[in-house]
């Protein structure tokens, strides 16, 4: 008889969490709030939809049906609504970032991107501020141009094998190796032999979708990090295996100190930087924030600007006229001596039909793709006028928000850089406002400008130097590619065939 008790408990709370689910949906001030039915009671329809993989789309969908306020959970709720956007993320705000956040790290250990506590992230975060600036980061443009060196020699050698090659995987390589480049002075070898050196990407994947999961449901985390990692070993498995990487990484560089050139081109790697910050100051920049702020360049340096690269030259593929205006303004800048053969981060900003692509291409795919939840203060708030009581779960999806017609436009759909191009003042200061590929307000990504240093300088390169085709079914106008949501929107099948226009700048011709 006795064993029949663990299942009439198990039974009991069933039961009575079904009630309470009920009770809650009946009486919530929430109520109201339309959304699929079963996302009243339980964050297992957003788990399971989340597992599909294709929720950015999804989402999107949902506001299509309900209108600018959904629910997608019993306490999850999706907005678009460009004044929801300025009340929830809008700087002095003082809604922090959901439970949700807690799986993306290791338990216990905070980093700037799953602190929650408002005041100790904005102490943090300027710790690493001064590094992470545009006017620093140029100063890394030669391990920038090392890596585009490379990139091209290996786009010359798959030409002349005739063979179709996954850009995806090889922009990650690129971004990977650079970001290898700018924090520890070290090419980390993807580009060389183009595989995922030290199972980096696999890791990292895995820890998307552990991350996106688990954080529904918080409470698991700690025990599932644990058993996760204790099954796979001495190694460690997601975010815990990349920490003890780059610790690995971290203890290398002190006892074996890169030798950075004197002749001024070279930057100091973040490393060195933040070796000496401890060294200064170990009290307030302590050995974590060394390993923290080499781990997140891991984690987070390659995906983002990855799929932006993908992202543009996807859109540039399926838009032939927007390929062959920006091939004619890279052209012409070239005539004019106006960029160089490896353009500089100074002269892409001169082209504005590039930045007018590269806007579009993230405006169309960001590369985030799930609601970037935060949680209502103190209070309660009034959002698109519905009032949310005190912790409350309210998000705002970057795909959904650049799709809003109010103020993206009618073809908000269609990916066309010349509305950056407008004389309508207005109407550009409205879209700027909330183009948020890199987040809004105080948690915005901090290493958004090494992807837009990467970006800037590669883009204009490979289009001037190189034809590109898709393959296979996504070569159909009316196909479009494959991608895969947990957290980051990767494609899958982004095939593509290369062919060089001219003589292509290489690291071997940079060399000779």
């Known amino acids: 008889m006795h064993h029949m008790l663990p299942l009439a408990l198990g039974g009991v709370s069933l039961i009575l969490y079904a009630l309470f689910s009920i009770f809650r949906s009946l009486f919530s001030s929430t109520r109201a709030v339309p959304g699929p039915f079963l996302a009243r009671f339980s964050n297992f329809w957003y788990s399971r939809r989340l597992y599909t993989g294709k929720f950015e789309t999804e989402n999107c969908e949902l506001h299509k049906i309900y209108g600018p306020i959904v629910r997608y959970g019993p306490n999850r709720f999706s907005f678009d609504d460009p004044e929801a956007t300025k009340i929830i993320f809008g700087h002095g705000t003082q809604f922090a970032k959901s439970s949700w956040y807690d799986a993306w790290g290791i338990p216990g250990a905070w980093n700037l991107f799953n602190e929650r506590h408002i005041k100790t992230h904005a102490q943090n975060r300027r710790l690493y501020q001064s590094t992470y600036s545009m006017s620093s980061l140029v100063h890394y443009e030669p391990y920038v141009d090392e890596c585009a060196d490379l990139f091209s020699q290996r786009l010359l050698e798959v030409s002349e094998a005739g063979i179709a090659i996954d850009m995806a995987h090889w922009f990650q390589c690129y971004a990977f190796d650079v970001i290898g480049q700018i924090t520890y002075a070290e090419r980390l070898g993807f580009l060389d032999k183009g595989e995922d050196i030290a199972g980096f990407i696999q890791a990292l994947d895995q820890s998307f979708i552990y991350s996106a999961l688990v954080g529904l449901f918080p409470s698991l985390h700690p025990k599932l990090f644990a058993l996760a990692n204790y099954i796979e070993g001495n190694s460690g498995v997601g975010t815990q295996y990349v920490s003890n990487l780059t610790q690995r990484k971290i203890d290398q560089h002190k006892a074996e100190p890169k030798v950075i050139p004197t002749d001024g081109d070279h930057a100091e790697p973040f490393v060195s930087k933040y070796l000496r910050q401890h060294t200064d100051d170990p009290v307030r920049f302590t050995k974590y924030h060394i390993l923290n702020g080499c781990s997140s360049n891991m984690i987070a340096g390659s995906d983002t600007t990855a799929i932006s690269l993908s992202a543009t030259l996807y859109y540039l593929l399926k838009t032939p006229r927007c390929l062959e205006k920006l091939r004619t303004e890279i052209l012409e800048f070239q005539e004019q001596g106006r960029i160089s053969k490896s353009p500089t981060f100074k002269e892409s900003q001169d082209m504005p039909y590039l930045q007018a692509v590269i806007k579009e291409a993230l405006r169309m795919h960001p590369a985030t793709g799930l609601p970037l939840e935060r949680v209502v203060p103190e209070g ?44 309508d003042a207005e ?65 899958r099948d982004f095939n593509v065939r290369v062919t060089p226009r001219q003589e292509v700048y290489t690291e071997k011709t940079a060399v000779a």
């Not at 700027?432 to 990467?454: A, D, K, Q």
Request: aromatic share 14%.
């Open 427 to 491: 109407r550009i200061s409205l879209m700027n406002r909330y183009w948020m590929p890199f987040g809004l307000g105080s948690r915005t990504c901090i290493g958004r400008h090494i992807s837009m240093l990467e970006m800037c300088k590669l883009i204009p390169r490979i289009v001037r130097d190189f034809d590109f085709q898709l393959d296979g079914s996504i070569a159909n106008p009316d196909v479009s590619w494959k991608t895969t949501a947990y957290w980051f929107v990767k494609p």
């Open 380 to 423: 309660g708030a009034t959002i698109s006028g519905t009032f949310f009581p005190e912790g409350t779960i309210v998000s705002v999806n970057t795909w959904v928000q650049h799709r809003n017609r109010s103020v993206f436009g009618e073809d908000a759909d269609s990916f066309n850089p010349e509305r950056w191009l407008s004389n």
